[in-house]
C-alpha cells in the first residue's frame, strides 16, 4: 500500500487549504484513515480520523470547528478541508491507515510522505 499527500501549500493567516490523500490497491475502502502532523521540534499529533465508511468522523479537540475529513471511496482518497489556519498549523502533515478506530499513531499501519503547510501571519 502507498499513500500519496498533496495539496500543502503556503497560505495567509485566516485563508483555507485542501488537503489529499490518495491510495494505491483495491481495499482504501476497507481501513479507517487519519490524518496527523508534526512541526518543526515537536512531536507527531493527532488531526483527525474517519471510519472506512466516512460515516463517524474524530477530530482532536484544537482542530474541531474547523477542518473537515472527508473521502471518496470510488477514488481511494481522503481529504483534510482547513479552514481559518493560523500560524501554529505550520506543519508536515501525514495521512495514514488503521484497521482500528482512534488517534493514537501506534493504531496506523501505512503511512504517506507528508506535504508541508505552512501559514504566514
Known amino acids: 500500500v502507498q499513500l500519496q499527500a498533496s495539496g500543502g501549500g503556503l497560505v495567509q493567516a485566516g485563508g483555507s487549504l485542501r488537503l489529499s490523500c490518495t491510495a494505491s490497491?483495491?481495499?482504501?475502502?476497507?481501513?479507517?484513515m487519519g490524518w496527523f502532523r508534526q512541526a518543526p521540534g515537536k512531536e507527531r499529533e493527532f488531526v483527525a480520523t474517519i471510519n472506512w465508511s466516512g460515516a463517524s468522523t474524530y477530530y482532536a479537540d484544537s482542530m474541531k470547528g474547523r477542518f473537515t475529513i472527508s473521502r471518496d471511496n470510488a477514488k481511494n482518497t481522503v481529504y483534510l478541508e482547513m479552514n481559518s489556519l493560523k500560524p501554529e498549523d505550520t506543519a508536515v502533515y501525514y495521512c495514514?491507515?488503521?484497521?482500528?478506530?482512534?488517534?493514537?499513531?501506534?493504531?496506523?499501519?501505512?503511512w504517506g510522505q507528508g506535504t508541508q503547510v505552512t501559514v504566514s501571519s
Open positions: 495514514a491507515r488503521s484497521s482500528s478506530w482512534g488517534g493514537a499513531a501506534e493504531r496506523y499501519d501505512y
Open positions: 490497491g483495491r481495499t482504501f475502502s476497507r481501513y479507517n
